[in-house]
């Protein structure tokens, strides 16, 4: 069934324009010139404000020193997905935050490109710095192949773990191939990223439902130890009438389209309206109007000072000319011959602020209002993958619906272990990797093997 | 307005701004070019029996992205003959009759040979000579150059040959390849030298091309020691200049890493009445000095200077011999936590480099905008030797200043304490040159 109105398609070109990276690869000059301006701190800042506490000031050393491939070993070392979290990580909440030239009035070092910089060379020029560990007998399954993961397969296959990894999905990677907008990380680079794991002799098995396709019981009995990385599930619903027509999309089923069609064979409306002011929402609405919207409408039921998204982000959606309803609650997607063509809301006020001190908006009855859309997403966040879990036998949940888990990262059934979106409830791709490497520490601990360095 | 016109061993000069002897004064058309531009005077090229370079001939030292800190070069003396220069030296006179043309020479070691050289330099209508005895290559195997200007005896020699004939005032150009520059520049003195001017290059070899192993500058897979100038040599040569000022009263031409006009301000508070540019010509072109004059102008006015002489040789005297200085002065650092941006580069230098004086934060007090803790060092002032290394390192400006602290003792030099002891074995100092 066809939306009602799509946007018009756009030239090979012009999608590929728009969709250009926005923070483009540093050559040689550039790469020089920003090493030199890092002022090689003591017990730097950017490390603590890293979760994988990156070295820093060492990489970006040995960039100026031309050491790139000991420069990339530091990063790597530290964070097996050190290219995709150069290029994603929102290093103005992090490293390039708490850089000290802030403080002397002049633009932070550019952490992020340089360390993307530096993994390139050894990515292009197809260099091995890492090689599994002597087998030291243990076999240990990941079920999911995103950030969390990979780093924790990546590790473990150093010491010498026998390691495979299970996904539903057709490509690996996790939200890095199918979630990240496109343009900051492409499918593809993602993938050859990946390969950095494979290298280690991670086995990869794709689409493999754990739980349909391999069973909890068969797993148990292969693996010494699992890793639950399964990230969260799908976008919560909201509960609208008229939810169920067709051109409602999730955020998350939305942008994973973005990523794996070519750009013109994505369906895509000539107005759309997303619903949610977090950093989902602004890779919706740059996403949109890149693929050609006429008109995009941000609906956010709090105010511009409530909205949830990074500055940055923020700046990247308000560059797209994105249209944001702010104080706005949609009450109804209206449709016809089951097709959508609008978004009925109304205004907003903002309550005083709860406990934690977040205000909560009321309809302002009398103010109801339509919108004229073709397409509506919703980005209000993603379930956790609850049914999937409580298949574990004894592995427990937090109210909200993350993992427990305890220093080890072990969960309530002592075989498995977990990290990134599933028990941090979402948050970013370095933090997965933090957590895949700290349960792989875990779980090593608790199994006891000897290391087998090669 | 200051006035910026000197006068150098009688003769009167424009401003005190001239082209040290080098590739921007090879030919009249560069020269008349940077008269225009606004300098003051110009040593010409060495001037001598023509040579033949090699290719390529200058290596440089970059830091940290800043091109050229440092520059060398295995180039000789001019490879034109001595006709096309005399003649140029005239066309150039002709036409700038207030800059000063002085005619840089260099000849073989016979009297008859220099006698001729001096005449026909003098005929071209040059306004002084510069005798180049320090150029450290190629030119020193030949029994010239660094050859001359090594040896007190030559110097003496060759300088009196020249004053022999010499009707217009004569420099004599100083190696800095010695083990004591006063020696030379005594001998220069009293073989009649109306001036000196220094430094020429410092012997040197930029460096290893670690794929081929060829030293730098390449010529051929193969390299030579060459001559070292620019900003990097700049302490050098002050401290050679210092050692000559205080020793004698002849006037001197300053010479080495001068880019800017507070470096030519130096030169002339250590003794300089002259001072020449080689390589910040080289790499910028010859406007540089229009701001050597406006800022140096201003300085002047500034400080109420109305000429370089009222400024001239004035820090001379506080250049003292180590035993001579106050052992009871004492400085001590200060952080300004305000301006201080939590690099911690203080730190470590003190604690790996120096004194193990200053503490690392203990906790972040100050945070940025992003709500990032700001690592503020403190300073252990009991501790702190007032070494000065904090300050030399940190990277923001004012933000750790040295401060003076009374020491409650009366000023007390090595030396004094020396005189005072009655059983001290005294060590004499060296002089320092
Ligand atoms: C739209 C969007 C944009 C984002 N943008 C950024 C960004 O710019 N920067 C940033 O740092 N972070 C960003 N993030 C967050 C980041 O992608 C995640 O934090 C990170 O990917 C979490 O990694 P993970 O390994 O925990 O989970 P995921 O990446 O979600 O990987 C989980 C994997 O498990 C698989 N799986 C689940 N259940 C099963 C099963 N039963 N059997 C087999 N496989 C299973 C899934 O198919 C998936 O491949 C974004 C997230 C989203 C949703
Ligand atoms: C390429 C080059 C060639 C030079 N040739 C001469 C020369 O022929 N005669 C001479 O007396 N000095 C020569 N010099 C030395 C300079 O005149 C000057 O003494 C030295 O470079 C220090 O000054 P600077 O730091 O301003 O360059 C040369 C220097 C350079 C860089
Ligand atoms: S991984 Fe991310 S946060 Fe860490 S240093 Fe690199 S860009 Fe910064």
Known sequence: MPLRETAPKLSPDQYEKNFAEISPAMDSRQAAIEAARCLYCFDAPCIAACPTHIDVPAFIKKISTGNLRGSAREILTANILGHSCGRVCPTEALCEGACVMHEKGESPIEIGRLQRYAVDYVLDNKIELFSAGAPNGKRVACIGSGPASLACAAELAKWGYDVTVFDRNELPGGLNSYGIAAYKLRTADSIREVDLVRQLGVKFRQKMVVGADISFADLEKQFDAVFVGVGLGETWALNLPGEDLHG???????????????FNEVEIGRRVACIGAGNTAIDVVTAARRLGVEIVYLVYRRGEPEMPAFAYEYQLAKQDAVSFLWQTQPIRVLGQNGVVT????????????????RRSPAPVPGTEFKLVVDMVVRAVGQKPATDFLKAIKGLEVNPDGTVKINDLHQTGNAKYFAGGDCTNGGKEVVDAVAEGMAAARGLDAWLGAPRGFS | MADLTVKFAGVTSPNPFWLASGPPTNTGGQVMRAFDAGWGGAVWKTIGEPIVNTSSRYGAIDLNGVKMMGLNNIELISDRSPETNFREIYEV???????LVIASLMVESKRESWHAMVRRAEDAGSDLLELNFGCPHGMSERGMG???????????????????????PVIVKLTPNVISVTHIAAAAERGGADAVSLINTINSLMGVDLATFAPRPVVGGKSSHGGYCGPAVKPIALHLLSTVAKNSRIPISGIGGIGYWNDAAEHIALGATTVQVCTAAMHYGFRIVEDMIDGLSQYMDDRGFRTIENFRGRAVPNVKDWGDLDLNYKVIAKINAELCIGCQLCYVACEDGAHQCIESYKESAKKNAGGFGVHVPR?????CVGCNLCALVCPVENCITMKEVDSGDAPMSWNDRVRQSSATLTLPFPSGD
């Open chain 2, 146 to 168: 660094a050859a001359v200007g090594q040896v007190p005896e030559y110097t003496e020699m060759i300088t009196t040959w020249v004053k022999e004939v010499a009707r217009i």
């Open chain 1, 342 to 357: 609008g978004l009925e809301c109304v205004r907003t006020q903002l309550g005083s602020p709860d406990a934690k001190g």
């Open chain 2, 93 to 99: 006179k002709k036409r700038y009759p207030k800059n």
């Open chain 2, 379 to 383: 300073i252990i002032e009991d501790d």
């Open chain 1, 248 to 262: 409602v999309y999730g955020a998350i089923e939305f942008i994973e389209e973005t990523k794996v069609r070519p």
